[in-house]
Nanobody, 128 residues
Framework: EVQLVESGGGLVQPGGSLRLSCAAS????????MTWVRQAPDKGLEWVSSVNGGGGITRYADSVKGRFTISRDNAKNTLYLQMNNLKSEDTAVYYC?????????????????????WGQGTQVTVSS
């Protein structure tokens, strides 16, 4: 059974940093691309970033480019999202998902069935 478990969310002030983790099990992690998606209150599922199985190919939404870094440790079956210079508009529930996605620009919304598995999410709140 595929399991994805996110952690690392919390409350942070604007300009602060957080690192999210997603522990994966039930599949050969290194074989699959992985993605971070977020959902702000009353909004849809917004694509944030994706990485290929080997970690060498990454993609970012324009809204996070230069501030967020996606990475993975295949030895630990773990996906990461380092978030720096956080803004209030980054407030959302962050999900990791199994699969790859990419689009240009900001505001790229996805559907649940665009990915084969999802985690339960971790809340990130950016507020002073």
């Amino acid at each position: 059974e595929v399991q994805l478990v996110e952690s690392g969310g919390g409350l942070v002030q604007p300009g602060g940093s957080l690192r999210l983790s997603c522990a994966a099990s039930g599949f050969t992690f290194s074989f699959y691309a992985m993605t971070w998606v977020r959902q702000a209150p009353d909004k849809g599922l917004e694509w944030v970033s994706s990485v290929n199985g080997g970690g060498g190919i990454t993609r970012y939404a324009d809204s996070v480019k230069g501030r967020f870094t996606i990475s993975r440790d295949n030895a630990k079956n773990t996906l990461y999202l380092q978030m720096n210079n956080l803004k209030s508009e980054d407030t959302a529930v962050y999900y990791c998902a199994k699969g790859f996605y990419s689009c240009s620009g900001s505001g790229c919304y996805v559907r649940k069935d665009d990915f084969s598995s999802w985690g339960q999410g971790t809340q990130v709140t950016v507020s002073s």
